[in-house]
């Protein structure tokens, strides 16, 4: 008798444990959509960020970190895919050109990306409204870089398919760094 009153019990405190992990998971989606609603791309803010929920929890902090991270991650793969696809052979010397402008423009962004992950990592009290400014400037400027290197694409001397697959993911990763800065931006305005 006193053996099932434990495993009762245990399982009680297992089926309890399991429910809170749930809710806490749910509550932590919930946080995330409802504050990628405020995002001009709101779909691609909480499905890049939603598997992340675990980490993220209820964190405006950690949510733009997040975000950063994610969008940092993409704009690296998209930058070697660029440079990888640059080197193509059949392409016309406009093209390399754009692809190569693209390229270093992007590598610019993942610099700037980065250094605003760090600096995210580094907030302090006393120092807060001065590196969320250097945040915030960083990642302005690597949505610019990416927006110029969509304009590389805009002219007709380069090939439709050359175009289209570069635009998509410029475009992706524009659009997530677009997300990325209004997360910052509203952590910055709760915190600062």
Not at 123 to 130: D, I, T, V
Not at 145 to 174: L, P
């Amino acid at each position: 008798m006193e053996s099932s009153s434990h495993f009762l019990t245990a399982l009680l405190i297992l089926l309890s444990y399991i429910n809170s992990s749930s809710v806490a998971r749910e509550t932590s989606t919930e946080f995330i959509k409802t504050s990628c609603s405020t995002t001009t791309y709101p779909t691609l803010c909480y499905s890049s960020l939603s598997t992340h929920a675990s980490a993220i929890q209820t964190s405006p902090r950690l949510l733009a970190h997040t975000a950063l991270s994610v969008t940092l991650d993409n704009t690296q793969s998209t930058s070697a895919m660029i440079s990888r696809l640059s080197q193509s052979h059949g392409m016309s010397p406009r093209e390399v050109t754009a692809m190569l402008d693209c390229v270093e423009e992007l590598s610019d962004s993942v610099d700037q990306l980065r250094r605003s992950a760090a600096e995210m990592n580094q907030l302090k009290g006393s120092n807060f409204a001065l590196m969320m400014n250097d945040i915030q400037t960083w990642v302005s400027a690597a949505l610019t870089n990416e927006d110029t290197c969509t304009d590389g694409f805009t002219e007709t001397t380069v090939s439709s398919n050359v175009k289209n697959v570069v635009r998509g993911r410029i475009v992706n990763i524009a659009h997530m760094t677009s997300n990325a800065l209004a997360l910052i931006n509203s952590f910055a305005s709760v915190h600062g």
